[in-house]
């Protein structure tokens, strides 16, 4: 079965401190890794996903991550923080063979905080 | 392309009544998921309709239900109202087909339960 543990349900980070959210993960075969981002009372938005191919994924709004597969994660980052990325982020995994491909199985989130 | 669409998007309802949530997906998507978002669980899928048929279900009770119709549209129901059943119900879409597949969230539909 697969998981997704995220470190830390809130971060606090000062405005163009960098952003480092952790995400670790287990599957039973080579995984499909996402990052969404939450806004209050929204749905949820696709920061970015990691498929095959390239470790470094670029996503929206200069957020990047990075696939380990030593160390089971995808930790998210930002080089410098702004005031709109205020929201809480969650990790997600799929197992990408057949059926489980189509289900998506998330982290607790993280709530980040950016102060001024 | 328009997004994800639910409606509607608040309701309230009492104990022991039933709910139908509707979602209608991205145009040329054939792939609907269901997720229960609360804050002691967090994100819990509930199940996914492609092609007008369940191909995935989560461990959810069997009140929880849904149905796909032929232009891809959703619907999901719960029967039996519990106060623990409260939470955003959060639709997503895809193509369904194609490995692998990106999901895509409508708003979601706040159900409070009293």
């Known amino acids: 079965a697969q998981s997704v543990t995220q470190l830390g349900s809130h971060v606090s980070v000062s405005e163009g401190a960098l952003v480092l959210l952790r995400c670790n993960y287990s599957s039973s075969v080579p995984p499909y890794l996402f990052w969404y981002v939450q806004y209050p009372n929204q749905g949820l938005q696709l920061l970015l996903k990691?498929?095959?191919?390239?470790?470094l994924v670029k996503g929206i709004n200069g957020f990047e991550a990075e696939f380990k597969k030593s160390e089971t994660s995808f930790h998210l980052t930002k080089p410098s923080a702004h005031m709109s990325d205020a929201a809480e982020y969650f990790c997600a995994v799929s197992e990408g063979s057949g059926g489980s491909n189509y289900k998506l199985t998330f982290g607790k989130g993280t709530l980040l905080t950016v102060n001024p | 392309k328009a997004g994800v669409t639910q409606t509607p998007r608040y309701l309230i309802k009492t104990r022991g009544q039933q709910v139908t949530l509707s979602c209608s997906p991205i145009?040329?998507?054939?792939?609907v998921s269901w997720y229960q978002q609360t804050p002691g669980q967090g994100l819990q899928f509930l199940f996914e309709y492609f092609s007008e048929t369940q191909r995935n279900k989560g461990n959810f009770p069997g009140r929880f239900s849904g149905r796909q119709f032929s232009n891809s549209r959703s619907e999901m129901n719960v029967s039996t109202l519990e106060l623990g059943d409260s939470a955003l119900y959060l639709c997503a879409s895809s193509t369904g087909q194609g490995i692998p597949d990106t999901q895509y969230f409508g708003p979601g539909t706040r159900l409070t339960v009293l």
């Open positions: 990691y498929t095959t191919g390239a470790t």
């Open positions: 145009s040329g998507h054939r792939s």
